[in-house]
């Protein structure tokens, strides 16, 4: 039995890595650097009924330790991420996490519905989250109650597993959590970027066209982990951690927070490399800490552990 292998809502995975939403496109670029079959699923770029150019640029500033966004959801839309990016990725044997994100809750159902019945999609990321879009996305993601129903009506038309990724973005990240779990949550991601801004000094106007963005990389490791911490042990529901994951050392430490497998985001755009290095290095890791399944360390750092049979795969 592998010791990085996890069983979650839908997901068979071979190890607990892959990489975020919108870190790695629908994969082909680093299609040509390595073996994609390595990673234990792909999130891919999030989906909308209708294609997005998404928003003006500049829309990318450096930070330190990170970096901030306001791509604002491009895509090519549901029919060809489908018929074009879906067909693609079908030649490898990993199940794929489709993200979905929309305007209104017609635009989550229509998306939903549709992208589940792909074969090779074994789980929906529900993107409430995403704080770089003027409709949607965040506007679904700081209201429990609004998160709640539209969790509820994607997991009607949905044909696989539904996760929720959540936005850092609100007062109670807890309240959310049990909220999209009432909703029929299978599984939620975590966490989503937090709103930041970078001024220009020469201008003193923001650097972002959209003057704001999402804040991610190493900066939020911090509070995703803190984040992670809370959510476990309020819900029963398995979480996909993320913010800030660049070596097998953070992947322990979310999955000591309550994780049970892990993106890794920012950290593919400094190293193309990164999610097989992990991959590589998390076995002699989880063996020189003592444990002999690295599902012995989801929530140690609260008991959860003692609680976990299930996820061995």
Same mark, same amino acid.
């Given at each position: 039995?592998?010791?990085?292998?996890?069983?979650?809502?839908?997901?068979?995975?071979?190890?607990?890595?892959?990489?975020?939403?919108?870190?790695?496109?629908?994969? $082909?670029?680093?299609?040509?650097? @390595?073996?994609?079959? +390595?990673?234990?699923?792909?999130?891919?770029?999030?989906?909308?009924?209708?294609?997005?150019?998404?928003?003006?640029?500049?829309?990318? /500033?450096?930070?330190?330790? %990170?970096?901030?966004? /306001?791509?604002?959801?491009?895509?090519?839309?549901?029919?060809?991420?489908?018929?074009?990016?879906? $067909?693609?990725?079908?030649?490898?044997?990993?199940?794929?996490?489709?993200?979905?994100? %929309?305007?209104?809750?017609?635009?989550?159902?229509?998306?939903? +519905?549709?992208?589940? +019945? *792909?074969?090779?999609?074994?789980?929906?990321?529900?993107?409430?989250?995403?704080?770089?879009?003027?409709?949607?996305?965040?506007?679904?993601?700081?209201?429990?109650?609004?998160?709640?129903?539209?969790?509820?009506?994607?997991?009607?038309?949905?044909?696989?597993?539904?996760?929720?990724?959540?936005?850092?973005?609100?007062?109670?990240?807890?309240?959310?959590?049990? /909220?999209?779990?009432?909703?029929?949550?299978?599984?939620?991601?975590?966490?989503?970027?937090?709103?930041?801004?970078?001024?220009?000094? $020469?201008? /003193?106007?923001?650097?972002?066209?959209?003057?704001?963005?999402?804040?991610?990389?190493?900066?939020?490791?911090?509070?995703?982990?803190?984040?992670?911490?809370? *959510?476990?042990?309020?819900?029963?529901?398995?979480?996909?951690?993320?913010?800030?994951?660049?070596?097998?050392?953070?992947?322990?430490?979310?999955? @000591?927070?309550?994780?049970?497998?892990?993106? *890794?985001?920012?950290?593919?755009?400094?190293?193309?490399?990164?999610?097989?290095?992990?991959?590589?290095?998390?076995?002699?890791?989880?063996?020189?800490?003592?444990?002999?399944?690295?599902?012995?360390?989801?929530?140690?750092?609260?008991? +959860?552990?003692?609680?976990?049979?299930?996820?061995?795969?």
């Amino acid at each position: 039995m592998s010791v990085l292998g996890i069983e979650l809502p839908g997901l068979s995975l071979k190890n607990p890595i892959m990489p975020a939403s919108g870190c790695f496109g629908f994969g $082909r670029e680093f299609s040509g650097l @390595y073996d994609l079959n +390595k990673l234990g699923s792909i999130m891919i770029k999030a989906t909308t009924a209708e294609p997005r150019f998404g928003n003006p640029t500049p829309r990318v /500033a450096e930070t330190h330790a %990170g970096m901030l966004n /306001a791509i604002g959801l491009q895509n090519p839309g549901l029919e060809k991420v489908i018929e074009s990016e879906l $067909r693609w990725l079908s030649q490898f044997d990993i199940p794929i996490i489709a993200n979905v994100a %929309g305007s209104m809750e017609e635009d989550y159902i229509e998306v939903a +519905k549709e992208i589940s +019945k *792909v074969s090779n999609v074994h789980a929906l990321e529900l993107n409430i989250s995403c704080p770089n879009v003027k409709q949607g996305g965040i506007a679904f993601g700081t209201n429990p109650e609004t998160a709640k129903r539209l969790t509820k009506l994607v997991k009607e038309v949905s044909e696989v597993p539904v996760y929720v990724k959540l936005s850092p973005n609100v007062t109670n990240i807890v309240e959310m959590a049990k /909220a999209v779990e009432d909703g029929g949550a299978d599984g939620l991601t975590m966490i989503n970027t937090l709103l930041g801004m970078r001024l220009d000094m $020469r201008t /003193a106007k923001p650097i972002l066209a959209n003057k704001t963005g999402g804040l991610s990389g190493p900066a939020i490791k911090p509070v995703a982990i803190r984040m992670v911490y809370e *959510v476990s042990q309020q819900v029963k529901i398995p979480i996909i951690g993320m913010g800030g994951v660049t070596t097998a050392e953070d992947v322990i430490e979310f999955f @000591y927070a309550g994780a049970s497998a892990v993106a *890794v985001g920012t950290a593919n755009f400094v190293d193309p490399y990164i999610c097989p290095k992990i991959i590589d290095e998390l076995p002699a890791l989880v063996n020189e800490l003592g444990y002999d399944h690295i599902s012995e360390c989801i929530g140690r750092s609260w008991g +959860k552990h003692e609680q976990i049979a299930y996820h061995r795969a």
